[in-house]
Nanobody, 126 residues
Framework: QVQLVESGGGLVQAGGSLRLSCAAS????????MGWFRQAPGKERELVAG????????YYADSVKGRFTISRDNAKSTVYLQMNSLKPDDTAVYYC???????????????????WGQGTQVTVSS
């Protein structure tokens, strides 16, 4: 079982930046796909960014390409989401997710993710 705890959400003006962090409780998440999802009111949860187990490959939704950067530190069992040039449309609850053992190469597939954090609110004001 993997527990994920997010931090770093908050309120920011349009054009600003936030950095989300997600700490995993598992002894190792080295071979896990790790990602960030978001869900805005009235919308489905969507995969925003995913990262391979070594961090060498990443996936981004079209809506965040060039603005968001996902990274991971396996030694700390932590994944990050740096969000720049934030827009009001980025307002949502952001969830950290993990895919479980041996899912590291399927980071771009939403259905791979089985473990979820509690979510952190990101609000971007115009």
């Amino acid at each position: 079982q993997v527990q994920l705890v997010e931090s770093g959400g908050g309120l920011v003006q349009a054009g600003g930046s936030l950095r989300l962090s997600c700490a995993a409780s598992a002894r190792t998440v080295d071979n896990y796909a790790m990602g960030w999802f978001r869900q805005a009111p009235g919308k489905e949860r969507e995969l925003v960014a995913g990262i391979s187990w070594r961090g060498g490959s990443t996936y981004y939704a079209d809506s965040v390409k060039g603005r968001f950067t996902i990274s991971r530190d396996n030694a700390k069992s932590t994944v990050y989401l740096q969000m720049n040039s934030l827009k009001p449309d980025d307002t949502a609850v952001y969830y950290c997710a993990a895919g479980g053992r041996d899912t590291g190469n399927y980071f771009y597939t939403a259905r791979v993710y089985n473990y979820w954090g509690q979510g952190t609110q990101v609000t971007v004001s115009s």
